[in-house]
């Protein structure tokens, strides 16, 4: 068993992942989040409003999940979101055709539905499940269609994204933040994927939650106000030119955009801020880094793009965050789609005086001769050089149709005028988190097996042999590791105590009374602290300690015969498995100074080892 299935198995158990349909044979693509999974989500959703939000600055909006087609026509979506499928002849099974070719040859991805069914022909390559012949690939789109409204309705999508309903807001964005650039926006939500395969848990799902923040920028200035804040920041790079020689590489921030490996500030900026957004949430380092898009997979409206990604047991590097420089296409293009100018007017420091191309349409004769049409013929007219308004009958295409307009009806020259600020198109630099990935990320960095005896030897405590001590009585119950000996090795997911989905565990030693009591007291106090906290009376101390590993809670506390004589409890740490002795008094402030001020462990209370 690899780790993959170890935590896959871990998380099923113990409530973080469940599989979608489950009473009905599942389906592929589809996860439920248990409670414990549930939880974990949530704190990782909201630490990245913590950064976004409140540190950055870009409020956070929600748009439908449901899109209306002309956004997604201009957005590309409808004709060109799609991956090249083929499909058995014999078993009917559905694969991807980059991924039947792609240890074969590099770069399958970049290759075409036609070039793909050739190298399959050419290398004989057959059905994975079958090994039947497959049929000619083609592009599937991935987006799920529906209608909107009874009877014919009007053509919808689900959203494959988030970004879309940013872009669509961007007038009233603007008007918001006072048309003062740079600016951002964030949306946490559902997308959907029709994914053609998705056999990769998790790491590919076809209802999966994204949290993208789009920032729109100055094209004019593409400095980051407070780049000082990660320039000294150390980054693993694994850039185009290092992908070239195999090998990633650590550099600061300021050393990349100063050396033109990042475009520039703002890009940078946002690069680090994933970073630190990453490993706070428990992302090892020393498993991520960030791949630049070679230039062959370069979107083609991207001045640059960056994946970070982490390294996982089965499946490898997996890109769990995209850091693109996407220019100004977006707005371009749904500008165009629905004919209203999208720019920010922004002023000079100075008025400029400018001498400028000149366009006045007559709409006292455009009026008469095209009526409702006049206007948009000005404005068609609006965007001709003088080379074009020069002849005597112009040419102008208005929703799809050519028409004629004589030279008298317009006038153009080149006039000086005074000019306080002009029209910019922002350009937008988009952080797109995959949620779902970095879950199942931070679950395989933080899954640990370690070897009991180790454990013990290396934090200098003893282990007892006999777990049922915990039913026998408050003296023999006392060693913090009961039980504990009794398997070679314990399975604990080492969260951090930020986003663990329990940051405590309440255990009266026994189920009776006079422990139950003062413990649901202790549990009602942390609450009040708006700590995470769980109530455990079942089973030996020694079980409950490794239930709670398993699931990562950060500390237990343990009530025992001695708080009734001096009012003290036991702390314990679940990575070091150390135990002190606290006062109930306080004890709430002590939790959530270890938990958020990170108070050191050992000064909670005093050293407990039997």
Known sequence: MDKYEKVFELAKRRGFLWNSFELYGGSRGFYDYGPLGSTLKRRIEQIWREFYVIQEGHME????????????????????????????????????????????????????????????????????????????????????????????????????????????????????????????????????????????????????????????????????PDFERFADSELTLYSQEAQQKGEAFRTTVREAVEKGIIAHEMLGYNIALTNEFLTKVGIDPARLRFRQHLKDEMAHYAIDCWDAEIATDRFGWVEIVGIADRTDYDLKAHSRVSKTDLYVYVEYDEPKMLTRFVVKPNMGKLGPLFKGKAKAVADALKQLSEEELSKSQIKVTVDGEELTVSSDVVDFA?????????????????????????????????????????????????????????????????????????????????????????????????????????????????????????????????????????????????????????????????????????????????????????????????????
Request: with cysteine; aromatic share 8%; glycine share 8%.
């Open 61 to 224: 909006i929600e748009c439908p999940t449901i899109g209306i087609e002309d956004v997604f026509i201009a957005s590309g979506h409808v004709g060109g979101f799609s991956d090249p499928l083929c499909e058995c002849k014999n078993c009917g099974e559905a694969f991807r055709a980059d991924h039947l070719v792609e240890n074969i040859m590099a770069a399958a991805g970049t290759l075409s539905a036609e070039q793909l069914t050739q190298v399959i022909k050419e290398k004989g390559i057959t059905c994975p499940e079958c090994g039947g012949e497959l049929n000619d690939a083609y592009e599937f789109n991935l987006m799920f269609k529906t209608t909107i409204g009874p009877g014919t309705g009007r053509k919808g999508y689900l959203r494959p994204e988030t970004a879309q309903g940013m872009f669509v807001d961007f007038q009233r964005l603007s008007r918001f933040y006072r048309d003062k650039l740079p600016f951002g926006a964030v949306q946490i939500g559902k997308s959907y994927r029709n994914e053609i395969a998705p056999r990769q848990g998790v790491i590919r799902l076809r209802e999966f939650t994204q949290a993208e923040c789009e920032i729109f920028t100055d094209p004019r200035n593409k400095k980051h």
């Open 414 to 610: 080149e006039e000086t005028v005074k000019v306080s600020g002009e029209n910019v198109i922002p350009h937008v630099i988009e952080p797109s988190y995959g949620i779902d990935r970095i879950f199942y990320g931070i679950m395989e960095h933080a899954f640990d097996e370690e070897k009991l005896a180790q454990k013990a030897a290396e934090s200098g405590l003893k282990v007892e042999e006999n777990e049922e001590k915990a039913d026998k009585g408050p003296e023999a119950a006392k060693d913090e590791n009961e039980g504990e000996g009794e398997e070679e090795t314990r399975l604990v997911m080492h969260f951090s105590s930020a986003i663990a989905p329990v940051q405590v565990a309440v255990l009266p030693l026994l189920t009776r009374k006079e422990l139950a009591d003062p413990a649901k007291e202790i549990l009602l106090r942390l609450r009040e602290k708006r700590l995470l906290v769980s109530y455990d009376d079942s089973g030996t101390i020694g079980r409950r300690y490794r239930r709670n590993d398993e699931i990562g809670t950060p500390y237990s506390v343990t009530v025992d015969y001695d708080t009734l004589q001096d009012g003290t409890v036991t702390i314990r740490d679940r990575d070091s498995m150390r135990q002190v002795r606290a006062p109930i008094k306080g004890i709430e402030n002590v939790l959530y100074e270890l938990i958020y001020r990170g108070r050191d462990f050992e000064s909670a209370g005093k050293p407990f080892n039997f």
